[in-house]
């Protein structure tokens, strides 16, 4: 079974920095196609946020362009969150697009952290 398990959430001024980490753990874990933060704000639906391939090729939301950095080492997963904004409140979630030795790739999840920007 893989887990997500997401830290670095917390409450930050308008203009302050988070960073986000995740890490995948699972001794079965064959091979990680991607890594993406999605975030999902009171009454709004789950939106990505940023995400990097297994290349490193990345793509980031118009919104948090330039001021957000996804990065990757391993079964880990970052993301540091810089220029906060109060529209940036949201629970953040990590996922994994992940193919282990029983299962071909398929979507895993984090349990999500609450980032949440005061004005």
């Known amino acids: 079974q893989v887990q997500l398990r997401e830290s670095g959430g917390g409450l930050v001024q308008a203009g302050g920095s988070l960073r986000l980490s995740c890490v995948a753990s699972?001794?079965?874990?064959?091979?990680?196609?991607?890594m993406s933060w999605y975030r999902q704000a009171p009454g709004k639906q789950r939106e990505l946020v940023a995400a990097?391939?297994?290349?490193?090729s990345t793509n980031y939301a118009d919104s948090v362009k330039g001021r957000f950095t996804i990065s990757r080492a391993g079964d880990a997963v970052s993301l540091q969150m810089d220029s906060l904004k109060p529209e940036d409140t949201g629970v953040y979630y990590c996922?994994?697009?992940?193919?282990?030795?029983?299962?071909?790739?398929?979507?895993?999840w984090g349990q999500g952290t609450q980032v949440t920007v005061s004005s």
């Open positions: 990097i391939g297994s290349t490193g």
């Open positions: 699972s001794a079965s874990i064959f091979r990680i196609d991607s």
């Open positions: 996922n994994g697009m992940i193919q282990t030795a029983i299962y071909n790739a398929r979507d895993y």
